[in-house]
């Protein structure tokens, strides 16, 4: 799950993390207040889930309250698009407006889990404000990484050890070690898969701050943190997606025109695999889970069909925990109660499949069944051709 800015700022702050005053406004009149309170310059940042804010024209430097609520004005209601939003962009709907800093240096500060090694990893660069990817690609050398051993946690060598491979010094480095423990204490506590801090920056007087904040949370660990639910902003999701997530839907929009439905994620990242090979793209990710129930395909077709672009379906299901003639059951008493008139092929394997494969034949519905994978993949992009 991800969260806005000034979500992150506000949590990474109860772990004793650095940040910057400021505060969300919805409004102009409410960032002039916030400006007024701040003094002197300050920052208006436009709150989306998208990195590139600032390249897209979503960060604004105002000299006083008057200009912070007039770029507040500008900001708020536009279509910001960013190297992460695709051409079509995000509605700003709020800002954060922040004190202006004397900043010094930008630098670069992340954790994730390196899922090779089972360790959590805390990277460092000298390369802030910069895509993390770009510096891994161009110049990785410019990369400090201390993996983490779970056993101990992240120790005060490391924390060291990244503060001078960064060539910060005196207060600079007291500052930083205590920066970096907060920032691990924040991500274990808060069960988080991503903290990335980009830039992180010293300022003239030696502080050390989080300019930016990017938190993602573990789905998976939500139930430990009720209150970060209420963090949620559906408005930053897709859609369809959000309409999935409330049948327990596993489902990801992609760009293609053949809609998948499939029991297990390995299934289904390989399906997709095929539906590339066979000569088209795939146009979502669903993962229905190992039951696929009459009630799960129904809803799983409701959002296959909810998307202009989709122009066939395939259903990829094993039945290793639940027989494949049931499915069958399930996929024709689904598709008797909604309007299909897009070309569908299924493929069903494993227990009863070929039990399975006679119910579909023999239904009154027009379902293109395959017995093989390749062959489902085949005749899927030939319907649409």
Do not use: W
């Not at 800093?101 to 089972?118: F, K, N, P, Q, T």
């Not at 799960?296 to 066939?312: H, Q």
């Not at 024709?332 to 499949?353: C, H, Y």
């Amino acid at each position: 799950m991800k969260i806005h800015e000034y979500q992150a700022k506000e949590i990474l702050k109860t772990f004793g993390v650095a940040v910057p005053k400021g505060k969300i406004a919805q409004t102009p009149e409410e960032a002039r207040e916030v400006a007024e309170k701040l003094g002197g310059t300050v920052v208006v940042k436009a709150q989306i889930h998208a990195g590139g804010r600032g390249k897209g024209g979503g960060v604004k430097i105002a000299k006083n309250a008057a200009e912070a609520e007039k770029l507040t004005d500008d900001v708020i209601g536009m279509k910001l698009v960013t190297h992460q939003t695709g051409p079509e962009g995000r509605s700003v709907r709020s800002v954060l407006v922040e004190e202006g800093l004397d900043i010094e240096r930008e630098l670069y500060l992340g954790i994730v889990l390196d899922r090779a090694r089972s360790q959590l990893v805390l990277m460092a660069s000298t390369e802030g404000g910069v895509e993390i990817e770009k510096v891994a690609s161009e110049t990785p050398e410019k990369i400090l990484k201390e993996y983490i051993d779970p056993a101990v946690g992240f120790q005060a060598f490391q924390a060291r050890k990244l503060a001078f491979g960064l060539g910060l010094k005196g207060e600079q480095v007291k500052n930083a070690l205590k920066f970096f423990s907060a920032l691990y204490k924040a991500y274990v506590e808060s069960d988080c898969s991503l903290a990335e801090i980009n830039p992180l920056v010293v300022t003239s007087d030696g502080r050390v701050l989080a300019l930016d904040a990017k938190i993602n949370f573990d789905d998976n660990a939500l139930f430990r943190h009720p209150d970060f639910k209420e963090l949620r902003d559906i408005h930053e999701e897709e859609p369809l997606e959000v309409e999935a997530s409330k049948y327990h839907l596993n489902y990801i929009k992609l760009d293609g025109e053949v809609g998948c439905m499939v029991n297990g994620a390995g299934l289904a990242m390989a399906t997709m695999d095929l539906i590339k090979l066979a000569g088209s793209e795939p146009a979502n990710f669903l993962d229905v889970g190992g039951a696929a129930s009459s009630e799960t395909v129904e809803n799983g077709f409701k959002i296959l069909l909810s998307d202009k672009n989709v122009k066939a379906v395939l259903i990829n299901i094993f039945g290793g925990i639940v027989r494949c003639d049931r499915v069958a059951k399930g996929v024709i008493d689904a598709a008797s109660k909604i309007d299909i008139n897009l070309p569908v092929v299924v493929r069903l394997e494993g227990t009863n499949a070929e039990e399975a494969a006679q119910l579909l034949e023999k239904s009154d519905l027009s379902f293109e069944v395959a017995r093989s994978f390749q062959e489902a993949a085949q005749k899927v992009v030939a319907t649409i051709r």
